[in-house]
């Protein structure tokens, strides 16, 4: 009797560890009904294990401005992860990242950069920056993305 029982507790903890390793890190997307790099931009954060929540607004420029994006980081879509902004074709390698960085409000990929997650143009690319806008407003490289 002590095999089955033995068998069923295991059985119970290999499960839950399965849930908790597959629960999915939750972000807010807000994007234009319209746009359609934000929906191949929300398939690469999919695919790399994060749970989208995708809200389509009216008015982009009021979610930029309640969520404290600076216009000079603007691009088409913002997202919220942890309580900090994500805006544009930020790949997902620095959104994950972006919740380990108490310094910053937030990050952005300003403009539509060519190669981009979300703007990948068959052999096309170019070169682009992720921005980090820190708690006192200043604008600091977080990574760097060469052109190929």
């Given at each position: 009797m002590k095999t089955p029982l033995r068998l069923a507790l295991l059985s119970v903890l290999f499960t839950t560890t399965l849930a908790q390793a597959a629960e999915l890190i939750p972000i807010d997307v807000h994007r234009d009904a319209n746009c359609g790099c934000c929906k191949q931009w929300i398939s690469h954060l999919q695919s790399n294990g994060l749970k989208v929540n995708d809200h389509v607004e009216a008015d982009m420029g009021a979610v930029k401005q309640r969520l404290?994006?600076?216009?000079?980081?603007g691009s088409c879509h913002t997202a919220v992860i942890d309580g900090k902004f994500v805006e544009g074709?930020?790949?997902?390698?620095?959104?994950?990242?972006l919740r380990q960085r108490a310094d910053l409000r937030g990050i952005a990929a300003p403009g539509m950069p060519l190669g981009s997650p979300g703007m990948e143009v068959q052999g096309r690319s170019e070169a682009y920056q992720v921005i980090g806008l820190t708690r006192d407003g200043d604008d600091v490289v977080v990574a760097d993305y060469p052109a190929h």
């Amino acid at each position: 009797m002590k095999t089955p029982l033995r068998l069923a507790l295991l059985s119970v903890l290999f499960t839950t560890t399965l849930a908790q390793a597959a629960e999915l890190i939750p972000i807010d997307v807000h994007r234009d009904a319209n746009c359609g790099c934000c929906k191949q931009w929300i398939s690469h954060l999919q695919s790399n294990g994060l749970k989208v929540n995708d809200h389509v607004e009216a008015d982009m420029g009021a979610v930029k401005q309640r969520l404290g994006v600076a216009p000079r980081l603007g691009s088409c879509h913002t997202a919220v992860i942890d309580g900090k902004f994500v805006e544009g074709h930020v790949p997902a390698e620095q959104v994950l990242a972006l919740r380990q960085r108490a310094d910053l409000r937030g990050i952005a990929a300003p403009g539509m950069p060519l190669g981009s997650p979300g703007m990948e143009v068959q052999g096309r690319s170019e070169a682009y920056q992720v921005i980090g806008l820190t708690r006192d407003g200043d604008d600091v490289v977080v990574a760097d993305y060469p052109a190929h």
